[in-house]
């Protein structure tokens, strides 16, 4: 794929082992200058690569070898496979493409014991590569290696800006940027000193790697900074459905011991884990099983939708137009790390908060975070037994309201009735494509109200709908708001301390070019820690709270993984520490939580505590009842002046 190919394609997830040798059959496949050689003495070379036993690792090669990408940041686990594929990157570069690279390790001794160990060998071993070395003694060292074709390899660590800042290069990787030598603030950090020598390159690239570590680490922020993330997915062996691997979907038997260590030993000599299909529940077993489960990986966003079966499969949805690309793979990506493994070395360091950071950095691939709070998927899955009926608003309710976040090319929404003394319920959730489709929904569909016996007393609309204003489609809402000012509010989490949780601020809103189009709308700017906080106590609350906080008989495990996957966790910084909500782990759809938050707001907005008790509704609704009739049997009537009738009531 080309570079100005991108923005016509907004893709960059069709890859396949293939990818590379039909765009441009003259080049050979990212690996082939490494492992024609590994492949040739498999026999004689046990534990050698092959494509098959590290299927995810292709797709990794092939967006390194994409034109489309000028910088790729790669979040892992530890001892996956992911450094050896850059350096098998390194090899087609230096055989095919023969353009200056540096590489940049955190130290010098590290950066010459893996020139010494990993790259030198692979010069000397490969035979097209080895063919191009010189006899002359300066152009093979462990600082640098230089080849009869004018490729260049020179070592860079990071804590000399010194070799930082030397010749021009193409590209540039960056390994174990989470090791570097922390920034002394009189030069720029060692990742921006390294990206400034490929200025003078237009097909530049610049590769960030490394396992995490806290979330103000290096590759978390280059990772969260990527515009396009890509996660790997795979196909069912049973059902076909294409799902991500997700820690939370590993399963393992529940023994009768006390002693973790003990239990992690059990699990891991018994074999005792498997991975549970998170669409048909099927047990995917370690082994045989898993490797073939591994071998379908396709690579796309988690706003993308993949159809087909392995081999055939379509991707479906854009992309941003960026050409900043961010990838995660973790320990279960790994063919020789069986599923026993991970529940064995969870189970044995839960106990233990180094022995938790470990696992989150070094099998998860994901930061450690301090965990202060988490609402529970147990307690959800337990209100979600209730036997409410869906789309049903009970006679106790005296509001319906509407929420909805914002996504690229869709909107999820809920919809909830509150009653008096913060009492809710949920009424509907789901995901519609267009604002029409949510308009239509939320603001202009009748909902039936019933009694605790199920009959229908009355209907009732949603008051009002409040939709996050999404920063990509700022404008966007802002008209659709303004169409309706009186129903559809705006809202945004301020960055800031406000004198009340909740602050409504008149925005007028100038489109970007367009000098005489301006939007005014309500906002509503909201403390955002403050209502997520408001929604974990309410998913605690039981029967007997004034402010029961409850479910309908049709929530599915969509709604309970999107519930569940933000926690409270301590951040730890220079300037003290601080408890922040954050997703559990990355790239989790959170859309429904941030649509039950809006939720909390719009309890404040309507006044829920304020509205009235059942009772009292009981009695409007009577009141209503008899008014409408009289009034129509009085239209209806053919005697005397109904207007003067109707005398006192006025």
């Given at each position: 794929?080309?570079?100005?190919?991108?923005?016509?394609?907004?893709?960059?997830?069709?890859?396949?082992?293939?990818?590379?040798?039909?765009?441009?059959?003259?080049?050979?496949?990212?690996?082939?200058?490494?492992?024609?050689?590994?492949?040739?003495?498999?026999?004689?070379?046990?534990?050698?690569?092959?494509?098959?036993?590290?299927?995810?690792?292709?797709?990794?090669?092939?967006?390194?070898?994409?034109?489309?990408?000028?910088?790729?940041?790669?979040?892992?686990?530890?001892?996956?496979?992911?450094?050896?594929?850059?350096?098998?990157?390194?090899?087609?570069?230096?055989?095919?493409?023969?353009?200056?690279?540096?590489?940049?390790?955190?130290?010098?001794?590290?950066?010459?014991?893996?020139?010494?160990?990993?790259?030198?060998?692979?010069?000397?071993?490969?035979?097209?590569?080895?063919?191009?070395?010189?006899?002359?003694?300066?152009?093979?060292?462990?600082?640098?290696?230089?080849?009869?074709?004018?490729?260049?390899?020179?070592?860079?660590?990071?804590?000399?800006?010194?070799?930082?800042?030397?010749?021009?290069?193409?590209?540039?990787?960056?390994?174990?940027?989470?090791?570097?030598?922390?920034?002394?603030?009189?030069?720029?950090?060692?990742?921006?000193?390294?990206?400034?020598?490929?200025?003078?390159?237009?097909?530049?690239?610049?590769?960030?790697?490394?396992?995490?570590?806290?979330?103000?680490?290096?590759?978390?922020?280059?990772?969260?900074?990527?515009?396009?993330?890509?996660?790997?997915?795979?196909?069912?062996?049973?059902?076909?459905?294409?799902?991500?691997?997700?820690?939370?979907?590993?399963?393992?038997?529940?023994?009768?011991?006390?002693?973790?260590?003990?239990?992690?030993?059990?699990?891991?000599?018994?074999?005792?884990?498997?991975?549970?299909?998170?669409?048909?529940?099927?047990?995917?077993?370690?082994?045989?099983?898993?490797?073939?489960?591994?071998?379908?990986?396709?690579?796309?966003?988690?706003?993308?939708?993949?159809?087909?079966?392995?081999?055939?499969?379509?991707?479906?949805?854009?992309?941003?137009?960026?050409?900043?690309?961010?990838?995660?793979?973790?320990?279960?990506?790994?063919?020789?790390?069986?599923?026993?493994?991970?529940?064995?070395?969870?189970?044995?360091?839960?106990?233990?908060?180094?022995?938790?950071?470990?696992?989150?950095?070094?099998?998860?691939?994901?930061?450690?975070?301090?965990?202060?709070?988490?609402?529970?998927?147990?307690?959800?899955?337990?209100?979600?037994?209730?036997?409410?009926?869906?789309?049903?608003?009970?006679?106790?309710?005296?509001?319906?309201?509407?929420?909805?976040d914002t996504q690229k090319d869709h909107f999820w929404y809920t919809l909830r009735a509150w009653g008096n003394g913060r009492r809710s319920v949920l009424v509907k959730h789901g995901k519609v494509e267009t604002l029409n489709m949510l308009e239509e929904l939320c603001l202009h569909t009748n909902y039936q109200?019933?009694?605790?016996?199920?009959?229908?007393?009355?209907?009732?609309?949603?008051?009002?709908?409040?939709?996050?204003?999404?920063?990509?489609?700022?404008?966007?809402?802002?008209?659709?708001?303004?169409?309706?000012?009186?129903?559809?509010?705006?809202?945004?989490?301020?960055?800031?301390?406000?004198?009340?949780?909740?602050?409504?601020?008149?925005?007028?809103?100038?489109?970007?070019?367009?000098?005489?189009?301006?939007?005014?709308?309500?906002?509503?700017?909201?403390?955002?820690?403050?209502?997520?906080?408001?929604?974990?106590?309410?998913?605690?609350?039981?029967?007997?709270?004034?402010?029961?906080?409850?479910?309908?008989?049709?929530?599915?495990?969509?709604?309970?993984?999107?519930?569940?996957?933000?926690?409270?966790?301590?951040?730890?910084?220079?300037?003290?520490?601080?408890?922040?909500?954050?997703?559990?782990?990355?790239?989790?759809?959170?859309?429904?939580?941030?649509?039950?938050?809006?939720?909390?707001?719009?309890?404040?907005?309507?006044?829920?505590?304020?509205?009235?008790?059942?009772?009292?509704?009981?009695?409007?609704?009577?009141?209503?009842?008899?008014?409408?009739?009289?009034?129509?049997?009085?239209?209806?009537?053919?005697?005397?002046?109904?207007?003067?009738?109707?005398?006192?009531?006025?």
């Open positions: 794929m080309k570079r100005s190919d991108i923005i016509k394609s907004k893709s960059l997830i069709a890859i396949d082992a293939t990818a590379i040798e039909s765009s441009e059959p003259q080049k050979p496949s990212v690996w082939a200058s490494h492992h024609r050689r590994l492949t040739r003495r498999q026999s004689d070379r046990p534990g050698m690569w092959k494509n098959e036993n590290s299927p995810v690792l292709r797709g990794i090669m092939d967006l390194c070898a994409d034109d489309g990408i000028e910088e790729l940041t790669i979040k892992k686990a530890a001892q996956i496979g992911g450094s050896e594929s850059v350096r098998n990157f390194i090899g087609y570069c230096a055989h095919n493409d023969p353009d200056p690279i540096m590489l940049v390790l955190p130290s010098e001794d590290i950066g010459r014991r893996i020139m010494a160990r990993r790259i030198l060998p692979l010069f000397q071993d490969t035979p097209c590569l080895s063919r191009l070395m010189t006899n002359r003694a300066n152009d093979t060292q462990l600082t640098g290696v230089y080849l009869a074709n004018g490729f260049t390899l020179q070592l860079a660590w990071s804590g000399s800006p010194g070799s930082l800042s030397a010749d021009p290069q193409r590209v540039v990787i960056n390994d174990e940027v989470d090791k570097f030598v922390e920034w002394s603030g009189r030069e720029s950090d060692p990742v921006s000193l390294a990206r400034m020598r490929t200025q003078t390159y237009s097909n530049r690239l610049i590769i960030n790697i490394s396992t995490p570590t806290i979330p103000s680490g290096m590759i978390s922020r280059l990772f969260d900074s990527s515009p396009i993330k890509l996660y790997p997915f795979f196909s069912c062996l049973k059902c076909g459905a294409w799902q991500r691997i997700v820690f939370q979907r590993i399963r393992w038997e529940k023994f009768d011991e006390k002693n973790p260590d003990l239990l992690a030993s059990m699990i891991r000599k018994r074999k005792a884990a498997w991975y549970e299909c998170d669409s048909c529940g099927c047990s995917i077993k370690s082994g045989n099983e898993k490797w073939r489960f591994l071998q379908t990986v396709t690579w796309a966003t988690l706003d993308q939708v993949i159809e087909g079966p392995p081999g055939g499969q379509r991707i479906i949805g854009d992309l941003p137009e960026s050409y900043k690309v961010g990838c995660h793979i973790w320990a279960a990506h790994a063919t020789w790390i069986e599923w026993h493994d991970i529940a064995s070395a969870f189970i044995a360091a839960k106990a233990d908060r180094l022995g938790l950071q470990n696992f989150s950095n070094s099998w998860l691939g994901e930061v450690f975070q301090e965990q202060v709070e988490s609402p529970k998927r147990s307690t959800l899955i337990r209100k979600s037994e209730s036997e409410h009926p869906v789309d049903k608003v009970p006679s106790w309710a005296g509001v319906l309201v509407a929420t909805a109200v019933i009694d605790r016996n199920g009959s229908v007393v009355a209907s009732m609309m949603p008051s009002l709908l409040l939709i996050d204003s999404g920063g990509h489609r700022t404008q966007e809402v802002y008209l659709f708001a303004e169409s309706n000012p009186d129903r559809i509010f705006p809202t945004k989490g301020a960055s800031h301390q406000q004198r009340s949780p909740v602050v409504s601020r008149r925005v007028s809103y100038k489109s970007p070019g367009e000098k005489e189009s301006v939007v005014d709308v309500q906002l509503q700017m909201f403390d955002v820690g403050h209502y997520k906080d408001e929604l974990a106590r309410l998913q605690q609350t039981s029967e007997s709270d004034p402010d029961h906080w409850q479910l309908n008989d049709k929530v599915d495990d969509e709604y309970i993984s999107q519930m569940s996957s933000q926690h409270k966790v301590m951040v730890r910084s220079k300037s003290g520490q601080r408890m922040i909500w954050e997703t559990i782990s990355s790239g989790a759809r959170d859309h429904l939580w941030d649509c039950e938050v809006l939720q909390c707001v719009s309890a404040d907005i309507v006044h829920a505590n304020l509205l009235p008790t059942e009772l009292e509704l009981i009695d409007e609704r009577k009141f209503a009842a008899e008014s409408e009739s009289r009034m129509e049997n009085l239209i209806k009537g053919d005697d005397g002046d109904w207007l003067m009738s109707y005398k006192g009531r006025w």
